[in-house]
Each structure stands twice: as structure tokens, then as C-alpha cells.
């Protein structure tokens, strides 16, 4: 057998996405590597999701002729790359010192769309510049925590719009923090002294963007998203949706997309597997908004699996850190490498000349208890 550069292992580097997180635990601060890799309560969600991908089946078409896939993908209006987008994750400073401007380059060099969250290490403005400077036409869409306060969310929003985001991801499934027992066992509950949540620095003048401001109420409600979507032109994405009705609401209310999200596991413990709830929610909302997928995505075939169901897209939250904490933007853009290499490769070995072929006959569930 004949094995290219790009896949040889010759000095033990990693083979799959998989094999990044043993070399990040490594790295990190063994607190920090907690916080990363956690989930809610007894971590059942967290392990749901992985497993649900592997419980699916993909049912390849054959002698169809169709060539080498192409992978770009038309998301709100815009072409991407590829149906892989950067999850928001916070906090990326403990991972790496060069943050998400490490993490925004590595997008933009691959022609990925990055979800920029809103407790960032580094400002808004500064992930924008780092992105643009990489490509001229990087996209970034911004992750919003709604705050009760709306003048200091609409003074977020505004600072989203004038770096040149494209789109606001609302997460919406975090009226309250998830327990983080993980967390909760070191005593982690704010960022370690001279980092701080950059895009909160205004909250309050005494503790200057420190994570405890941050306001997760379950009083937020639709009439919040209304407001905002008075408040701004740009797209809204709801993210956190499990509910199929809840997809409707959403897009009743003029939302441009949702994204099938458990927060990887970290909020509400013992909700469905997000692959297993997609078909739900698609259905709930037919073809009239586009539905992402975060949770669990660690394999080229888990992103054919999610988009043969239907999602538009698909997110991935922990790889891009484990890329990040191990080689800073090269290790982020070997992360996404290897995924829109592998999906490429699914692709054709499925017979499709694009994501689009993909269909939900060509999956199938291996557990008949599914
Ligand atoms: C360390 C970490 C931090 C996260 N921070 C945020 C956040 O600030 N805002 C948010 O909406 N989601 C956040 N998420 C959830 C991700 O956006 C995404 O839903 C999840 O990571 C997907 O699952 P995966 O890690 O299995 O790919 C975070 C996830 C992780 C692992
Ligand atoms: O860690 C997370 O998943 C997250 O979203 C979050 C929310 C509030 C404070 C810190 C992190």
C-alpha cells in the first residue's frame, strides 16, 4: 500500500482528529483541560453525541460517474468552502497564547466560516483584523450571550456589525450555566489572573471583563430576539435548539437559520444526541430555514451522516481547540484539513459530486432500537 506525505504518520503526527486530544491534554494546564473537554453533570449528552454518529450507517450510491466533489457551500446568502464551521468556544488564551487570532487565521486560510464567541480573549475587532489580514473575504459571525441589559447587548451587537461580522449566533440554551462538576472539583469558575473576557471590558468599570458579569438569566425570552431583530440588518442564527416546535418559532419569527445544538454536552445533561434529534427538527421546519448541527462531529463520515439528514452545515466546538493548544493556527488548520479532506473522501467513495447529493436514504441506523 502507498501512503501520501499528507497522511504519513512518519513522526508520530496525528492521523485523525481523534489524536489531537491526547496531545492537547498533554499541554494543558490539567484544570483548563478540564474545563475544555467537560460536560454538564455525569457527561451522558457529551458521550451521546459521539456514540449517536457511530450507531448511523452510510449507504454509499455506486457507478454514478460524478468526478471529484466539490465542497463549497452557500450559507445566508454567502459561498463558503466547505459545510465545516468553527463552533463558538470561549476562552481560547488558556489554550494558546496567540487566541483566537490563531484560531481566526486558520479559518480564513481554510475558507471556513468562524463563529467568534462573544467571552473571547481577544476583542471582536482584533479577531476581525486578524481574519481579514489572512483573506480579504474571511467570514465571521458573532456569538451572543443575550444580556437582560440591552443597551450593553445592543453596544455588543454594534461592535459585531462595525468589525465586519456577518451574522449573530444568539445561544439560546443557557437560561442558567450548565453544572460543570469537572469545574466545580478545581475551584474554576473565572479566567486565571491577566486574562480577561476582551469584549466585556465595559460591563463594569471596578472587574473589567471578568466572567462572572456575564448574565445567563431565564428571563430571557422571544421578545428579546424580537428586540433585536429590530435592533440590527444582520442575519440571526438561534443556536441551541432541540425542540422541533421551538425551530418553528424560530422561524415564524423571521430567524435565518438554527443550529441542533446540547452546547456539546455541557448544559442541560441527558438531552438527545444532536444527530438523533436533527430529523425532528427538520421536520418541523421543512426547507424554510436553513438547520446547522454542533455536537460530536469528529469524522468526515459524521459530516455526511448530519448533512445526508439534512443539516445545512455542521459545527465543531472541541477539535478546533485540541488544533489550537497543540500547533496555535497551524494546528487549527490541520484540524479543518482533515476534516474537509475526509468529507471529500466520503464523498466520493458515496458516489456525490457535492454535499447536496447527499440524501436521507443514505443513512441508515444500525440500532434497531433507534
Ligand atoms: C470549551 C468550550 C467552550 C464553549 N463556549 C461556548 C460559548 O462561549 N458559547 C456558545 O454558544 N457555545 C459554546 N460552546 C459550545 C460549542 O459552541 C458547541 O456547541 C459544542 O462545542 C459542539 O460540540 P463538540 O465540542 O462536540 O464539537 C463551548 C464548547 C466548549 C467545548
Ligand atoms: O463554557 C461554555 O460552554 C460556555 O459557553 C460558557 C458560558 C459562560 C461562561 C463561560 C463559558
Same mark, same amino acid.
Given at each position: 500500500?502507498?501512503?501520501?506525505?499528507?497522511?504519513?504518520?512518519?513522526?508520530?503526527?496525528?492521523?485523525?482528529?481523534?489524536?489531537?486530544? $491526547?496531545?492537547?491534554?498533554?499541554?494543558?494546564?490539567?484544570?483548563?483541560?478540564?474545563?475544555?473537554?467537560?460536560?454538564?453533570?455525569?457527561?451522558?449528552?457529551?458521550?451521546?453525541?459521539?456514540?449517536?454518529?457511530?450507531?448511523?450507517?452510510?449507504?454509499?450510491?455506486?457507478?454514478?460517474?460524478?468526478?471529484?466533489?466539490?465542497?463549497?457551500?452557500?450559507?445566508?446568502?454567502?459561498? *463558503?468552502?466547505? $459545510?465545516?464551521?468553527?463552533?463558538?468556544?470561549?476562552?481560547?488564551?488558556?489554550?494558546?497564547?496567540?487566541?483566537?487570532?490563531?484560531?481566526?487565521?486558520?479559518?480564513?486560510?481554510?475558507?471556513?466560516?468562524?463563529?467568534?464567541?462573544?467571552?473571547?480573549?481577544?476583542?471582536?475587532?482584533?479577531?476581525?483584523?486578524?481574519?481579514?489580514?489572512?483573506?480579504?473575504?474571511?467570514?465571521?459571525?458573532?456569538?451572543?450571550?443575550?444580556?437582560?441589559?440591552?443597551?450593553?447587548?445592543?453596544?455588543? =451587537?454594534?461592535?459585531?456589525?462595525?468589525?465586519?461580522?456577518?451574522?449573530?449566533?444568539?445561544?439560546?440554551?443557557?437560561?442558567?450555566?450548565?453544572?460543570? =462538576?469537572?469545574?466545580?472539583?478545581?475551584?474554576?469558575?473565572?479566567?486565571?489572573?491577566?486574562?480577561?473576557?476582551?469584549?466585556?471590558?465595559?460591563?463594569?468599570?471596578?472587574?473589567?471583563?471578568?466572567?462572572?458579569?456575564?448574565?445567563?438569566?431565564?428571563?430571557?425570552?422571544?421578545?428579546?430576539?424580537?428586540?433585536?431583530?429590530?435592533?440590527?440588518?444582520?442575519?440571526?442564527?438561534?443556536?441551541?435548539?432541540?425542540?422541533?416546535?421551538?425551530?418553528?418559532?424560530?422561524?415564524?419569527?423571521?430567524?435565518?437559520? =438554527?443550529?441542533?445544538?446540547?452546547?456539546?454536552?455541557?448544559?442541560? &445533561?441527558?438531552?438527545?444526541?444532536?444527530?438523533?434529534?436533527?430529523?425532528?427538527?427538520?421536520?418541523?421546519?421543512?426547507?424554510?430555514? $436553513?438547520?446547522?448541527?454542533?455536537?460530536?462531529?469528529?469524522?468526515?463520515?459524521?459530516?455526511?451522516?448530519?448533512?445526508?439528514?439534512?443539516?445545512?452545515?455542521?459545527?465543531?466546538?472541541?477539535?478546533?481547540?485540541?488544533?489550537? *493548544?497543540?500547533?496555535?493556527?497551524?494546528?487549527?488548520?490541520?484540524?479543518?484539513?482533515?476534516?474537509?479532506?475526509?468529507?471529500?473522501? *466520503?464523498?466520493?467513495?458515496?458516489?456525490?459530486?457535492?454535499?447536496?447529493?447527499?440524501?436521507? &436514504?443514505?443513512?441508515?441506523?444500525?440500532?434497531?432500537?433507534?
Amino acid at each position: 500500500m502507498t501512503t501520501t506525505a499528507k497522511t504519513s504518520s512518519a513522526q508520530g503526527a496525528p492521523l485523525s482528529v481523534r489524536e489531537y486530544e $491526547p496531545l492537547a491534554r498533554e499541554l494543558l494546564d490539567p484544570v483548563h483541560h478540564d474545563y475544555f473537554a467537560g460536560g454538564a453533570h455525569d457527561e451522558i449528552t457529551l458521550r451521546a453525541n459521539e456514540a449517536a454518529f457511530a450507531r448511523l450507517a452510510l449507504v454509499p450510491r455506486i457507478l454514478r460517474g460524478r468526478g471529484r466533489p466539490d465542497l463549497t457551500t452557500d450559507l445566508l446568502g454567502r459561498r *463558503t468552502s466547505m $459545510p465545516i464551521v468553527l463552533a463558538p468556544t470561549a476562552f481560547h488564551r488558556l489554550a494558546h497564547p496567540d487566541a483566537e487570532r490563531a484560531t481566526a487565521r486558520a479559518a480564513a486560510s481554510t475558507g471556513a466560516i468562524m463563529i467568534a464567541a462573544m467571552l473571547s480573549t481577544v476583542a471582536v475587532e482584533e479577531i476581525a483584523a486578524a481574519a481579514r489580514k489572512t483573506a480579504g473575504d474571511a467570514q465571521l459571525w458573532f456569538q451572543l450571550y443575550v444580556q437582560r441589559d440591552m443597551g450593553f447587548t445592543e453596544a455588543l =451587537v454594534r461592535r459585531a456589525e462595525d468589525a465586519g461580522c456577518t451574522a449573530l449566533v444568539v445561544t439560546a440554551d443557557s437560561p442558567a450555566l450548565g453544572r460543570h =462538576v469537572r469545574n466545580d472539583r478545581n475551584d474554576f469558575h473565572d479566567l486565571p489572573p491577566g486574562m480577561v473576557c476582551e469584549n466585556l471590558r465595559s460591563l463594569r468599570a471596578d472587574e473589567p471583563g471578568h466572567v462572572r458579569q456575564v448574565d445567563l438569566s431565564p428571563e430571557l425570552s422571544w421578545d428579546h430576539v424580537r428586540r433585536l431583530r429590530a435592533m440590527t440588518g444582520l442575519p440571526i442564527v438561534i443556536k441551541g435548539v432541540l425542540h422541533p416546535e421551538d425551530a418553528r418559532i424560530a422561524a415564524d419569527l423571521g430567524m435565518d437559520a =438554527v443550529i441542533v445544538s446540547n452546547h456539546g454536552g455541557r448544559q442541560l &445533561d441527558t438531552t438527545p444526541a444532536t444527530v438523533t434529534q436533527l430529523p425532528r427538527v427538520l421536520d418541523a421546519v421543512g426547507d424554510r430555514i $436553513p438547520v446547522l448541527l454542533d455536537g460530536g462531529v469528529r469524522r468526515g463520515t459524521d459530516v455526511a451522516k448530519a448533512l445526508a439528514l439534512g443539516a445545512a452545515a455542521v459545527a465543531v466546538g472541541r477539535p478546533v481547540v485540541w488544533g489550537l *493548544t497543540v500547533g496555535g493556527q497551524q494546528g487549527v488548520e490541520q484540524v479543518l484539513g482533515m476534516l474537509r479532506d475526509e468529507l471529500a473522501h *466520503t464523498l466520493t467513495l458515496c458516489g456525490c459530486a457535492g454535499p447536496a447529493e447527499l440524501d436521507r &436514504d443514505m443513512v441508515a441506523r444500525e440500532d434497531p432500537r433507534w
